[in-house]
């Protein structure tokens, strides 16, 4: 299954939520009312026959209050998470990492998360840290792979190895790829109201213990006892929609994290060491809410095998290799130290938990695009490992830095254009500092543009954390920048797109499914299409050939190569932005389109690199490095 069924297939499990939802919801209204009927018996309170009462109004009251009360619980934990990530990591009273920390393990933390993006192809996810919890855990969070929050409890930071902690990452990572999660957070609401209940039945509880022993009060207790029952028989159903929908998906991001690491031995470091140890349970009174999207149980609760959101660690580790569950017995037995799990591991059994035993395909032998968003294999984390080692110490620390990272954006638009730095530099008269600016860009532009993604990759993420105005006039800075030639390239038009997506105002809001057909999108895919023709160097005859051949297909036939006149870089920009809510697996054919083109002359340059990678990650797909060290 490639990224594009996962994000199809999670979209159509949204709708299985919603199931699951209803049929909770008419199971706690059936025993609202049954309860209900219980204390009028017992309380020799007036009430109609037993037979008659589904069909009495009052039964339709006590209903709709039921209903009403689970939705407004629903609803108010989804204002509450309306920030996605960043919401449920500040729920949770998790600290930010930045960039400039000096722990040595958050450095570690940052260092293998920017690498596996980088690889990846997507923006590096903001960081926290549990600073309260020991034990070993880890999730994401986002409503899209552009908008991303990792969280991490201080015992992850302190007891894993990198090899380990790079194995919990790459998990955590393929939860990103797998559309995860969306659907995680939703659960998280859907859940708050079905507990809804239980909560009011817990608020008349503590009511009850100032009434008096009369007959009323005990009324209210008896009350309050039953909705409490009947909040934990919404316990009981939440538990159950969040193992359907999550144990199978703990193994496939296993399975991914192995593949993306070629280095099972870190992720099974990572599971013997809660096998063995103090586990992966939190003290967080949220750990209920986020059961279901960490790296390993948060609680400890009866009947495991009916509703446990994850596999047994024995399951995960057999998945892993037939023999670690053995070495996991034996170390634990012997109560030894952890050894290096950099050694050597013993093979993957051929499709164990849809694991492939196959090496990394050749950069010269590639798949298809579409088969490689949402997948990171050995030699894209090499090569990720490989652009962080080029970068200069000094301009590694400047991109770490929000005053920095502003300041290499201009740059890197300075040093791409032919006008002279002096005269770009007009269009930001107020700026305090155009001597580091001038001197950043000549850094920059002597690095080539092999790095110029990799320094965007670090630099966006950085400046995430900035308030809004601020952010809001670094946005300005860039588009008077890119104006002051009158003419704007498409490495501008990249490096501007990329940080509207990560820092303008619609950044943290979910995007929602709009487009099920290509004609409804028929005229951005010309536009964008005729970009890419032109871009290839085509003319004439040859570009009209080139463009139909590609777009065959995609786009109705009397849909003809746009003049170069009519593409530009604001019209571009709006077809990629109205691109990006198509349907997930309608995405996957246009990326192969536009490699086609770029390979049209069986090479692919460097501008034609970034600017596939960008449109990818603007339709929100990561896509690795592509053809790397191919690049002309």
């Known amino acids: 299954m490639d990224f594009f069924q996962h994000q199809e297939r999670a979209r159509r499990k949204t709708g299985l939520l919603v199931l699951y939802f209803i049929l909770a919801v008419v199971a706690v209204v059936l025993c609202v009312n049954l309860a209900l ?32 009360v689970m939705v407004c619980g629903c609803l108010a934990k989804t204002w509450q998470l309306r920030r996605g990530g960043e919401g449920l990591a500040t729920m949770l009273g998790a600290r930010r990492i930045t960039p400039d920390t000096r722990h040595s393990d958050e450095k570690r933390l ?7 993006s980088i690889a990846s192809g ?34 992850t930071l302190k007891r894993l190895s990198r090899d380990e902690l790079q194995g919990v990452i790459a998990h955590e990572f393929s939860h990103i790829f797998n559309a995860d999660m969306r659907l995680n957070l939703r659960l998280i609401a859907v859940l708050a109201g079905i507990l809804a209940i239980g909560k009011i039945g817990e608020f008349f509880l503590r009511g009850s213990r100032h009434s008096s022993s009369s007959r009323k009060g005990n009324s209210l207790l008896l009350v309050a006892l039953a909705l409490v029952v009947i909040g934990y028989l919404g316990l009981f159903f939440g538990r159950l929609i969040k193992a359907a929908i999550s144990r199978q998906r703990e193994l496939l991001a296993d399975a991914s994290a192995v593949q993306f690491t070629r280095n099972p031995a870190g992720l099974a470091g990572a599971l013997i060491k809660i096998r063995n140890g103090d586990g992966s349970h939190l003290k967080s009174v949220h750990a ?42 034996v170390r634990a037995r012997a109560d030894a130290p952890q050894p290096d799990t950099t050694s050597a591991s013993p093979p993957l059994p051929e499709g164990a938990a849809g694991f492939s035993a196959e090496t990394a395909t050749p950069a010269a032998d590639a798949p298809r695009p579409s088969a490689q968003v949402g997948r990171v294999d050995e030699a894209n984390v090499g090569y990720a490992r490989t652009l962080l080692d080029a970068l200069p110490a000094d301009i590694n620390r400047t991109l770490h830095d929000p005053a920095g990272a502003e300041l290499a954006l201009y740059a890197l638009v300075i040093s791409s254009s032919d006008s002279e ?77 990329l940080a509207h997506q990560q820092l303008g105002d619609r950044a943290q809001r979910n995007r929602h499914t709009r487009f099920h057909r290509y004609g409804t999108v028929a005229g951005e895919l010309q536009v964008l299409f005729s970009v890419l023709t032109w871009g290839s160097g085509a003319r004439d005859q040859a570009a009209n050939e080139l463009f139909r051949r590609s777009t065959h297909g995609l786009i109705p036939e009397n849909r003809t190569l746009l003049p170069l006149t009519h593409c530009s870089s604001k019209r571009l920009g709006e077809a990629v932005d109205k691109l990006a809510d198509l349907s997930p697996l309608l995405k996957g054919p246009v ?37 790397a060290g191919t690049y002309q």
């Open 37 to 68: 009927l219980l204390l009028f018996v017992w309380t020799d309170m007036e009430a109609p026959p037993a037979q008659q009462w589904f069909s009495h109004p009052i039964t339709l009251w006590i209903s709709l209050f039921t209903l009403v």
């Open 110 to 116: 940052i260092n293998v998360v920017e690498e596996m």
């Open 122 to 155: 997507i923006p590096a996810p903001q960081l926290y840290v549990m600073d309260q919890e020991s034990a070993i855990n880890a999730f994401v969070a986002g409503f899209r792979p552009s908008e991303t929050v990792l969280v991490v409890t201080s015992g």
């Open 288 to 329: 209920e809410d986020m059961s279901h999207m960490c790296f390993g149980e948060t609680l400890r609760f009866r009947f495991r095998r009916l509703l446990a959101t994850h596999p047994p660690l024995d399951e995960r580790l057999g998945a892993l290799g037939e023999d670690w569950v053995a070495r996991a017995r």
């Open 421 to 497: 730095p002096d005269e770009l530099l007009k269009s930001l008269p107020n700026h305090p500092k155009k001597a580091a600016l001038t001197d950043l860009s000549r850094q920059l532009g002597k690095l080539g543009s092999r790095l110029r993604l990799p320094v965007i990759d670090l630099a966006l993420p950085t400046l995430k954390s900035l308030p809004t105005p601020q952010r809001r006039a670094i946005l300005a800075n860039l588009a008077a920048l890119t104006r002051a030639d009158e003419k704007t390239t498409l490495f501008e038009w990249a490096l501007t797109g």
């Open 591 to 627: 990326l192969d389109a536009m490699a086609d083109l770029a390979m049209a002359d069986g090479k692919i340059q460097v501008t034609e690199a970034e600017l596939l990678r960008t449109v990818a990650s603007l339709m929100e797909c990561p896509l690795p490095p592509l053809f």
